[in-house]
């Protein structure tokens, strides 16, 4: 007799995968209903209005109508789900309240439409999600009990971890998510990198370090989308992606509660690295909804590298001044 859908040993499916893991069946559910909203996001950029929508979002950028939408379409899932209390999200301005605070509920930051702009020249994109228990969002990213992100390229993929394990699931013909990787893990030092950024406002310790991976054979890997960067970063299992502080732009570009955060904790439970250049990400201690950080990210030893520079730098006028002085 065929096995039930999504239950055979080659098609594990997300919840079957879920309820392996030692975690609450809320937080099974509110993982499960972020993979269903996501099946409307790719519907959205597959099909949608590729205009903007005419307004911006809380850092001033131009929003586009597919930022909107997919951003609707997260948000009314996850205020459905029932076990969701505050829901912070790039595009929206302030905290979202679903539920007043209660035992077993879960507050939820994303980014609905990561690299929106890159739709239309038909670029992958996706969403990234941060999860936390209770309802305080402004905590540092290593008290998140759960990360994930849904890569919408020419396959559909969502990768998760609860703190045990980083797992690849694909989207099938049927729209289910079925286990591809499981307990991904990155190398110690890798070969490809992908810097973002205006390369003539990088500081000289990053533009030392992009020149030593070059020295070193590095492939460049850029497509501008932080979640297929880091997709391949993670599933390569080798190389490192940045984006630093550029001049005028001191705290880099990306958002720490809707980018970094949860891209960070993935990174780490595949046993690499993420730093913004001087702490962990995972340490930040997030001050604003809007915070932004530089990131150095991906195989511990590359990272290491990155930041080694920024310190080599940082000391060289003292070094210099001693040598004179003395
Ligand atoms: O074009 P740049 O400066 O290299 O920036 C690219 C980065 O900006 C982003 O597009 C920012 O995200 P949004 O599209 O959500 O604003 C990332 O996906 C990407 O890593
Ligand atoms: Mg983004
Ligand atoms: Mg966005």
Same mark, same amino acid.
């Not at 993420?274 to 809007?290: C, F, M, T």
């Given at each position: 007799m065929p096995a039930a859908p999504g239950t055979s040993k080659f098609q594990i499916e997300l919840r079957r995968h879920l309820r392996g893991q030692n975690i609450s069946d809320n937080l099974v559910h509110l993982i499960c209903e972020i993979a269903e909203a996501s099946k409307y996001v790719i519907n959205a950029v597959r099909t949608g209005d590729l205009g903007v929508a005419g307004t911006s979002n809380?850092?001033?950028?131009?929003?586009?109508?597919?930022?909107? /939408?997919? =951003?609707?379409?997260?948000?009314?899932? /996850?205020?459905?789900?029932?076990?969701?209390?505050?829901?912070?999200?790039?595009?929206?301005?302030e905290i979202y309240q679903a539920q007043a605070s209660a035992d077993g509920l879960y507050s939820v930051a994303y980014d609905p439409l990561d690299g929106s702009s890159l739709v239309d020249v038909n670029l992958a994109v996706g969403t990234i999600v941060s999860i936390y228990e209770g309802c305080d969002l402004l905590q540092p990213g290593r008290n998140q009990v759960a990360a994930m992100y849904i890569l919408y390229g020419p396959r559909v993929s969502l990768v998760y971890t609860v703190g045990d394990g980083v797992h690849e699931f694909t989207m099938n013909n049927l729209?289910?998510?079925?286990?591809?990787?499981?307990?991904?893990?990155?190398?110690?030092?890798?070969?490809?990198?992908?810097?973002?950024?205006?390369?003539?406002?990088?500081?000289?310790?990053d533009e030392k370090f992009i020149r030593h991976l070059e020295a070193k054979g590095c492939k460049l890997r850029y497509s501008g989308g932080f979640v297929p960067d880091i997709n391949q970063v993670l599933m390569k299992g080798k190389g490192i992606f940045m984006y630093p502080a550029l001049k005028g732009s001191p705290n880099g570009k990306l958002r720490v509660l809707f980018e970094l955060n949860p891209m960070a904790f993935i990174v780490e439970h595949a046993g690499g690295a993420?730093?913004?250049?001087? +702490?962990? +990400?995972?340490? +930040?201690?997030?001050?604003? /909804? =809007?915070q932004r950080a530089p990131i150095y990210i991906g195989c511990?030893?590359?990272?290491?590298?990155?930041?080694?520079? /920024?310190?080599?730098?940082?000391?060289?006028?003292?070094?210099?001044?001693?040598?004179?002085?003395?």
């Open positions: 809380l850092y001033g950028e131009e929003q586009l109508a597919l930022d909107v /939408l997919s =951003d609707r379409i997260m948000r009314k899932r /996850l205020i459905h789900s029932g076990v969701v209390c505050n829901i912070a999200s790039e595009e929206m301005d729209m289910e998510f079925t286990l591809t990787r499981e307990n991904i893990r990155m190398q110690e030092e890798g070969n490809i990198y992908a810097p973002g950024g205006l390369r003539n406002k990088y500081n000289d310790g993420a730093s913004n250049g001087s +702490i962990p +990400i995972l340490d +930040i201690v997030p001050e604003s /909804l =809007d511990k030893a590359d990272v290491k590298a990155a930041t080694d520079f /920024l310190v080599e730098k940082a000391q060289e006028p003292a070094a210099a001044a001693s040598f004179v002085n003395g």
